[in-house]
C-alpha cells in the first residue's frame, strides 16, 4: 500500500495472484495494460471527485478492475455521485476515442490495438452494470436517492445487486447447464466476489445507515444558508424513532410534525432532535 496526496492506493491479494499467475501463462503485457486501463479509469473518479470538493480516501485494484472509495461527509448529494460515477467510463471513451485517432493517423494498428480498444469497452459496460460498488450500480442508487428515502434506496439497490450479481454467475454456468464442459470462470469469479460482497452489505444496511444519521449536521448547515423550505414528516405520538427516521431523504431536511389522533398538531421537531433522541435511546 502506499499514499499518494492522501489517497491510499492498494492492490486486493487476488489481483497479486491474478498477476503473478500471468507471468507464468505469458499473459503479463495484457494484463499490465489492463491494470493501466483500469487505473485511468478510477483517476477518472478520483479527478472528478476533487473537482467537486470531494475527498477520495483510497483506490484499490480489484479482481474485476477497481473501486475509488469516496467520503461522504453529508456533502456528496446525487448529482455529484453521478457525475463522479460517469468520470470513470468516460476515461474509457476518451481511451477509446484516442487509439482511433492514432490507427486513423497511421500511428497504431495490429491485434494489440483491437486488445486495447476491446478492453476498454469491456471495463466501461462492466462497470456500467446495476451492481455495486460499479458505476452502474451508484448511478442508480444516486437516481433512488432522489425519490425513495434513504434507508428504502438502501435495500432497494442491494437488493437489485444481489440479483444482477446471481445473473452474472448463473450466465457464467449456463454451458454447464447445456451439457457443455467449458465454464467462463473469469465472469463465475467476479460474478461470486459481487454477490458475496452485495449480501455481506446487505446484513450491513443499518450501519450504514446510522453513519448516514451521524452527517445530517452538514446537510442542515447547507439547508440553513440558502434559506430553502424544510420537508415535513407528518407522525403519531407513540410511532417508533426507527419508522420516522427511515423516512428521511438524502437531500432533503426534515421537520416532524407531531399529530395527535384527532389531527391536531401538538409539536414541531427539527430533525436533529429526532436523531440525538435515537442516539440517547441506543446508549
Request: with cysteine.
Amino acid at each position: 500500500m502506499i499514499n499518494v496526496m492522501g489517497i491510499r492506493l492498494s492492490l486486493h491479494p487476488v489481483f497479486v495472484l491474478v498477476m503473478m499467475l500471468s507471468v507464468v501463462t505469458g499473459r503479463f503485457i495484457e494484463l499490465l495494460t489492463l491494470f493501466a486501463i483500469v487505473f485511468i479509469h478510477e483517476l477518472g473518479h478520483a479527478s472528478c471527485a476533487l473537482l467537486l470538493g470531494i475527498r477520495v480516501t483510497s483506490i484499490q485494484m480489484l479482481p474485476f478492475g477497481g473501486v475509488a472509495t469516496i467520503e461522504d461527509r453529508g456533502d456528496l448529494t446525487a448529482r455529484k455521485e453521478i457525475l463522479i460515477s460517469l468520470a470513470g467510463p468516460f476515461q474509457n471513451v476518451l481511451m477509446i476515442a484516442a487509439a482511433y485517432a492514432m490507427n486513423a493517423t497511421g500511428m497504431w494498428d495490429g491485434q494489440f490495438l483491437d486488445y486495447f480498444i476491446s478492453s476498454n469497452l469491456i471495463i466501461a459496460l462492466f462497470n456500467l452494470l446495476p451492481i455495486l460498488p460499479l458505476d452502474g450500480g451508484k448511478i442508480v442508487q444516486a437516481l433512488l436517492s432522489i425519490f425513495l428515502p434513504y434507508h428504502r434506496t438502501l435495500l432497494v439497490t442491494y437488493k437489485i445487486s444481489i440479483m444482477f450479481s446471481a445473473m452474472m454467475l448463473t450466465y457464467a454456468f449456463l454451458p454447464l447447464m447445456r451439457g457443455q464442459e467449458m465454464v467462463d470462470l473469469s465472469v463465475a469469479m467476479m460474478g461470486s466476489f459481487l454477490l458475496y460482497a452485495n449480501i455481506v452489505d446487505y446484513r450491513n444496511i443499518p450501519y450504514r445507515f446510522v453513519r448516514f444519521l451521524m452527517n445530517r449536521d452538514i446537510l442542515f448547515s447547507v439547508h440553513a444558508s440558502s434559506g430553502s423550505l424544510a420537508q415535513p414528516i407528518i407522525s403519531m405520538p407513540a410511532k417508533p424513532l426507527d419508522n420516522i427516521l427511515r423516512l428521511f431523504k438524502r437531500e432533503k431536511y426534515h421537520m416532524i410534525y407531531v399529530m395527535d389522533k384527532h389531527g391536531n398538531i401538538v409539536g414541531v421537531l427539527p430533525e436533529q432532535r429526532i436523531i440525538k433522541s435515537y442516539f440517547d435511546k441506543r446508549t
